[in-house]
């Protein structure tokens, strides 16, 4: 028996309320069944507003952990390592490291029993931090897809081109910037201010150096020069704006919009301000903008092995020291820790304005 904990939930609600930590054993491995110790896992958005149950993916709530209530745990990606495996297991070794197929199986945990078909092994973890193997499945897969499968790839000039995005400073802001930067396209990135002018371009440097073309704020966007900068920066628009990442919502969704060349696409993947997207009907009729959404729990659902294909193509790029690591706020996980206390930083993850991603590591 493996002495295990999660972090676990029985209704819905506010994390610091509802989360709870569960000590559980968990028996031998048997037929294709493989036990697992968590390496590294991240918060992100999404996992929040499942436990408040917003979130349209909601994992069942089930007794096998022997929870006085049925309950789920949290979190749905993570980076874990092999210790056993049943007799069954075919690709799978002590030592392994493995990533969740799908969401919704619960990664804030020390150890996990779970089948091989729900796992991705990692083929080649040399040169490879957990952090790198346990943050690659979401956000850099989701602003690789968005950049791939929403512009005329094939057509756009290396070096000449745009794409434009809010929330740049997020996880997949970040991998926008790099994948623009491998690509060849050029990036215009809005960030919120900061507290102070120093903090701010602090930020705006920080991307830079990750290869962002042009950082401004939000405050700048929306207030007048913005057209000038943008007229500017593309040579009064002979470098087109083809595609638009948004995932704050409102004005910023609006202006974005208005800087796309036409018959480009507004690729909106999350609502970080809970405010609508507003769109003057200009852009629609005369520009033929396409405005898309993008999900990547269910793009990866159904096309699984391109999934694991942009995986690869990504941490390939991460041992050459081409993607760099997300900043991150480490919340070291051991047998004393509270469950309160991990709870407390779950709740803080749509906090803004975070100097990085919260990480549980065991
Ligand atoms: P991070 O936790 O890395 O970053 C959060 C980002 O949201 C920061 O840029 C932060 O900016 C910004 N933000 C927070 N609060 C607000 C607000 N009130 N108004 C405007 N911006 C705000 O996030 P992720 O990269 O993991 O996720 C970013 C977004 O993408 C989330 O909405 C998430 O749900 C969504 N997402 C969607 C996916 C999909 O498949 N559709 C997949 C992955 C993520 P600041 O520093 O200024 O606070």
Redesign the pocket.
Known sequence: YTQAKALVYSKYGEPKDVLSLHTHSISAPHGSQVNLRLLTAPM???DV?QIQGVYPSKPPFVSTLGTAEPSAVGGNEGAFEVISTGAGVKNLAKGDWVIMKKTGQGTWRTHAQLEESQLIKIENKEGLSPLQVGTVS??PV?AYRMIRDFCEWDWMRAGEEWLIQN???????RAAIQLGREWGIKTLNV??ERKTPEETAALKQELKDLGATVVVTEEEMLTGGFRDLVKEATRGGREPIRLALN??GGK?ATALAKTLAPDSHMVT??????QPVALPSGLLIFKNLIFDG????RWGDKNPELKENTINDVLQMTRTGRFKD?PVDEVKWNWKSEGTELAENVQG??G???SG?GVFTF
């Open positions: 992100n958005p999404a507003n979401v956000n989701t929330g740049a400073n997020s996880g997949v802001g960030v919120r995932c704050v910023n993947y999350g609502a970080m301000s809970k993008f999900w990547v729990s997300i993850t749509l803004g304005y975070r991603k």
